[in-house]
């Protein structure tokens, strides 16, 4: 509910400032959305599927501006929100080395290992051809699992930041949380389930992706 509403915020945000090409591109609803994500990131660290597409559109959208000055104001504007919304969602634990400590290791499962049971991404469906967990070290999978992740939304990234779009927003959302499920360390088989929730929004502008792709999700689950 947090993702889908602080998405609402950002795309009406695109949409006053669609046709500026100078002065501050970010507006008090995309500060909004982007409490909202820090929000939602804090509630479920799976948002974190679409926090590159966030960053890169939000950054597209400060570039766009012609004067470097408001550039830098706008970048500023954005990350202060970030930094307090994270600060006031987890200062019960940074006062605290150990709790702090502690949410990091429960926010990223290193131990579980690369997969649990089965779940129809890359590294379960190559397993019995390259058997990962036999033949690599879990630092090694975890280098490997990044990388793989980053190069799934680079072309997504690079899109966002030269045409910042509400609807390469949306598309953007949908190419990211889709490599964290294909390519990400430790992935549960519903979360297939989030590269749907932009697809859906798409659905008068790309009618054919939207109906062929949860066919597609529907053998994930």
């Known amino acids: 509910g947090l993702t889908?509403?602080?998405?609402?915020?950002?795309v009406s945000g695109e949409e006053k400032t669609r046709n500026k090409k100078s002065?501050?591109?970010i507006t008090r609803d995309d500060l909004?959305?982007?409490a909202l994500f820090c929000c939602s990131l804090c509630f479920k660290q799976i948002a974190l599927y679409y926090s590159p597409a966030m960053f890169f559109y939000l950054l597209g959208r400060c570039l766009k501006s012609r004067r470097w000055n408001v550039v830098l104001f706008d970048?500023?504007?954005l990350g202060v929100t970030v930094i307090v919304t994270f600060a006031i969602c987890f200062y019960p634990w940074i006062l605290s080395l150990e709790s702090t400590l502690q949410v990091v290791h429960r926010v990223f499962p290193i131990k579980r290992g690369l997969f649990e049971d089965k779940v129809a991404n890359f590294w379960c469906a190559s397993a019995p051809l390259?058997?990962?967990k036999t033949n690599f070290s879990s630092g090694q999978l975890v280098s490997l699992s990044i990388f793989?992740?980053?190069m799934g939304f680079v072309p997504a990234a690079v899109v966002l930041l030269r045409s910042p779009t509400?609807?390469?927003?949306?598309?953007g959302l949908f190419t990211s949380s889709l490599a964290f499920f294909l390519f990400a360390y430790q992935v549960h088989e519903k979360s297939i389930l989030f590269p749907l929730?932009?697809?859906h929004l798409l659905a008068m502008s790309d009618r054919l992706l939207t109906f062929i792709t949860p066919l597609f999700t529907h053998f994930a689950l």
């Open 166 to 171: 509400s609807k390469n927003f949306l598309m």
């Open 75 to 77: 970048i500023a504007k």
């Open 197 to 199: 929730l932009p697809l």
């Open 32 to 34: 909004i959305g982007s």
């Open 130 to 132: 390259l058997r990962w």
């Open 23 to 25: 002065g501050s591109q």
């Open 148 to 150: 793989a992740t980053i």
């Open 4 to 10: 889908a509403w602080s998405v609402s915020f950002i």
